[in-house]
């Protein structure tokens, strides 16, 4: 457990300040936006009701898609930029995360200073023209000043949710005390999870109690109150930022997908980086779509990834092939298309692969996906949130005529357990899951190669092609991890009762592979 | 270019033939009123509550717009002056008091000099002198207004009013709201400030013996229109009017009532 603790403290001050610089940077557009809003709200009843349903809409859609929506938008400017400017800008991370965040922050701004000049006394009104005031005047020095409680309480909602859903910025790239949450979810690292959430928690009460005495400080016209809240706020965001974003950016950045094996290996890539002198950090956690853009856009400079995932999900192939033509295929694809360099396979496959209780299949002499198809109508199914959408899966229902009576998306890192227990008869596992030999589960075979092959290839960005030293620090990896070792690895991490981080199991991948 | 002093009978303020509508001509709040109104006069303009008097008092400084007619204050016409700048030049106190809330004592009081923009020392003394003028002790600068009496506001409204040394002061009912001691004693103040700094005051009142008490002369309204004017001498001895003679017989009656119960006491 201390272990664990002194790992999460350890990253707390790039976590924290990295999500301290989000919240505030979002807070203060949504601030400048919102009032702003507000005050054509005031004048114009009819823009007023248009804002607040527009901004109400934006409000509805949940954090994490409007996170992720934010991220192809980008990609798709910064090429158009690009095209007609000759600039880009990075789409990853930190400029998504800040848009979606400041759009969700605008509406408690915008409700409560509308609500808050609307309440100003008609009397009050009156007599601010009635001394000569202009309409700016008017609002600044009276409609403002009297509805600042109102708008403190906006601020203050705008600020506690804006704080929360900056813990969703990971998957696009951010860092960010989500990161503990993502990271602790797919390791079962539930230190990292509550670790997160109190982090989290504890920095939207410290800065919402700040604003508090800042709008108390309003109501009761009292300037020490307000300093006092004032400095409160320049105290956490001096302090998360002076020990915070530890890095001024390293010179090569590794990404990571979101499960346990990637955590392993983009550590194990880091590792072996500084082994050889050089600068590396990892960003891991990030969406399947994300990290591939991101690799081509040069904005991480290797990561892991699986040829059944480029051929499938990039070049949109429908039928398999053996595992050497699929390789190849890949490499010349992502050579030719993206400029991407694969520079080899590591040696294990990750594939989709139908999963079983080892019991429940010998009692029915279950195999093969063939066997398995009669039960189908009375069994459930479980799979990760893509699979039921990906091409292989309605190969494979075709193939075999499946009709599973129920099928339900889950968590990875729950579905083995959830099979294990009995609450689900199925589930289309990972085939390097350490997972399947914790729980004893069997793999069913797939006598008609429906599903394609899931070899693990490390992917080096454009602009990382011609880097001799970065290729030579990487090429001992290439074809030295069997899917044994690296189901082996995963276990380690996620099972509880071993509790290594993945920077311990990436250590002790290496020392077998270097052996 | 027309001044005050060029033609010292000429009026302060000049309302020709002013009507306003607020639903496009179907109805009229004001009515064809015409009234000249001399430098050093105190008016007051009485009439029941939607006679449309604060409707005309406020055309007067723009607070709202005559449908038709012409204005003058100090011989221009309000029309080709701005109207920020007109505001701050004529003193204005509201019904209801009218202070803003979230300022203290001073500053509201500060509040038209500032918008000029005085220097902070000037109004510093200002406020003083203004404090001393309305019989509010100096020690009331800091505090606000909710802390203050109903009578210590309007103080500080009149104070208000008076802060940019305004030629012109504008009364909308000022002292409806206090109680009748108190009232008769700022109305009193009031008009002894009126002679002593040579102001030209318009007030509204609905309250006919207030008006005759304190205003030289008054102009009556209803329905939008002015019905008579006069100096109090005058309508209580020869009312030309049904309904002006109907608004003063109530005070002389009331006052005859009040002196007979005094005589008949034992």
Redesign the interface.
């Known amino acids: 457990m201390d272990a664990r603790i002194a790992s999460a403290w350890a990253v707390l001050p790039d976590y924290l300040g990295q999500h301290v610089l989000l919240s505030v940077t979002a807070l203060a557009i949504g601030l400048f936006v919102g009032l702003s809003l507000a005050i054509i709200g005031v004048w114009s009843p009819r823009l007023r009701w248009f804002l607040l349903t527009a901004t109400g809409l934006i409000q509805t859609i949940p954090g994490l898609a409007l996170l992720a929506l934010f991220y192809p938008l980008l990609l798709a400017l910064s090429a158009l930029t690009e095209r007609f400017f000759g600039v880009t800008f990075s789409a990853l991370g930190f400029l998504p995360s800040l848009l979606a965040l400041a759009l969700y922050s605008i509406l408690p701004i915008l409700r409560n200073t509308v609500t808050g000049i609307l309440g100003v ?1 008609d ?2 009104r ?9 309409p700016a ?1 008017r609002l600044f020095k ?1 409609e403002l ?2 509805a600042m409680p109102v708008i403190m309480a906006g601020i203050r909602t705008a600020a506690v949710w804006v704080i929360g859903t900056a813990t969703l910025s990971t998957p696009i790239g951010q860092t960010s005390l989500g990161n503990y949450i993502f990271t602790g979810l797919q390791t079962q690292n539930w230190v990292f999870v509550v670790f997160g959430c109190v982090a989290a928690v504890v920095l939207a009460l410290v800065v919402d109690q700040c604003l508090a005495l800042v709008e108390r400080g309003f109501a009761r ?1 009292n300037t020490l109150l307000k300093a006092l809240g004032g400095v409160g706020l320049a105290a956490v965001l001096l302090a998360s930022l002076l020990v915070g974003p530890a890095r001024g950016g390293s010179h090569y950045v590794i990404g990571g997908k979101a499960f346990v094996e990637q955590y392993i290996l983009a550590a194990l890539i880091d590792e072996r980086l500084d082994a050889a002198g050089m600068d590396a950090t990892h960003r891991v956690g990030l969406g399947s779509t994300v990290i591939f853009d991101a690799l081509a856009a040069n904005e991480i400079d290797a990561y892991v990834d699986y040829t059944g995932t480029i051929w499938t999900n990039f070049m949109h192939r429908r039928e398999t092939a053996s595992h050497e033509k699929v390789l190849a295929g890949v490499g010349a694809w992502l050579k030719r298309t993206r400029g991407i360099t694969m520079l080899g396979p590591l040696g294990f496959d990750n594939a989709y692969a139908l999963v079983m209780r080892r019991d429940q299949a010998e009692r029915l002499h279950i195999h093969s996906i063939a066997d398995l198809a009669p039960y189908a109508g009375r069994f459930s199914i479980a799979g990760d949130y893509e699979f039921f959408e990906r091409p292989e899966w309605k190969a494979l229902k075709k193939a075999y005529g499946l009709n599973f009576r129920e099928t339900r998306e889950m968590q990875s890192t729950f579905m083995y357990r959830a099979v294990a227990d009995g609450a689900i008869d199925v589930i289309s596992g990972y085939t390097s899951d350490g997972q399947i030999a914790q729980y004893d589960l069997v793999v069913l075979d797939d006598p008609k190669q429906s599903l394609p092959p899931y070899d693990a290839i490390l992917l080096l960005s454009p602009r990382r092609a011609e880097d001799a030293k970065f290729r030579s620090a990487l090429e001992p990896l290439i074809g030295r991890i069997s899917t044994k070792r690296m189901r082996e690895a995963n276990l380690s991490v996620s099972r509880a009762a071993d509790q290594r981080t993945p920077e311990q199991a990436a250590e002790e991948l290496w020392r077998d592979i270097a052996k | 270019m027309p001044t005050g002093d060029m033609d010292t009978n000429s009026a302060t303020i000049s309302l020709r033939d002013v009507n306003k509508s607020f639903d496009r001509g179907r109805n009229f709040a004001v009515r064809g009123v015409s009234l000249d109104i001399a430098t050093g006069e105190f008016v007051a303009v009485v009439g029941t509550s939607g006679s449309g008097k604060t409707t005309l008092l406020k055309t007067i ?1 723009r ?1 709202i717009e005559p449908t038709s007619g012409i204005i003058t204050v100090e011989n221009e016409d309000v029309q080709a002056l701005d109207p ?5 030049r004529i003193g ?1 106190v ?3 008091i ?5 300022l203290t004592v001073a500053e509201n009081i500060a ?2 000099p500032r ?1 000029i923009g005085w220097a902070k020392g000037e109004i510093d003394a200002r406020i003083n002198e203004l404090l001393d003028l309305v019989q509010l002790p100096r020690e009331t600068r800091d505090r ?1 207004p909710s802390t203050l009496s109903g009578g210590q506001r309007q103080r500080v409204g009149v104070a ?1 009013a008076l802060a940019a040394r305004p030629h012109i002061v504008l009364m909308d009912e000022p002292f409806g709201a206090l109680d009748p001691i108190t009232r008769d004693s700022l109305a009193r103040e009031y008009r002894a400030v009126h002679r002593e700094l040579g102001l030209t005051t318009v007030m509204i009142t609905h309250d006919m013996l207030e008006a005759m008490l304190l205003a030289d002369r008054i102009a009556v309204m209803a329905k939008g229109e002015i019905v008579e004017v006069g100096t109090p001498h005058d309508l209580l001895n020869d009312p030309k009017n049904d309904y002006v003679r109907e608004l003063i017989d109530v005070p002389r009656r009331q006052a005859s009532e009040v002196e007979r119960l005094a005589g008949g006491r034992p």
């Open positions: 006394d009397a009050v009156e007599a601010a023209r009635g001394v000569g005031m202009t005047q009276v000043p009297l016209r | 400084n607070l920020f700048q007109l505001r701050r204005y509201f019904q209801g009218g202070l803003f809330p979230h509040v038209t918008l606000m208000r």
